[in-house]
């Protein structure tokens, strides 16, 4: 079983910042999705095995940034200029690839959730 920690949501105002972490298991390609009430899992970001290779959601680019850091196998989200059609339940996932995809169907071990809600 893999095994994902993701921590770092919380209440955020409109136009403020906010930095999700996730504690991985090994080397895979990670993505970062999200899902409101009565809404379909979307794809957020997404990072390959190589670090510059990444991938955003048209709705995000430019105000989120995917990273890695292999030597602490942490996964990070940080998101800035947060509005309030951001908030959902904030998920990483591993996928059995080698270049980023946000293809939601090639992820199959997935983290708890955090919760990022964002205010007017």
């Known amino acids: 079983q893999v095994q994902l920690v993701e921590s770092g949501g919380g209440l955020v105002q409109a136009g403020g910042s906010l930095r999700l972490s996730c504690a991985v298991s090994g080397r895979y390609v990670m993505g970062w999705f999200r899902q409101a009430p009565g809404k379909e899992r979307e794809a957020v970001a997404a990072i390959g095995l190589q670090s510059d290779n990444r991938t955003y959601a048209d709705s995000v680019k430019g105000r989120f940034t995917i990273s890695r850091d292999y030597a602490n196998k942490m996964v990070y989200l940080q998101m800035g200029s947060l509005k309030p059609e951001d908030t959902a339940v904030y998920y990483c996932?591993?996928?059995?690839?080698?270049?980023?995809?946000?293809?939601?169907?090639?992820?199959?071990?997935w983290g708890q959730g955090t919760q990022v809600t964002v205010s007017s």
């Open positions: 996932a591993e996928a059995r690839r080698y270049a980023a995809t946000v293809v939601v169907q090639e992820y199959a071990h």
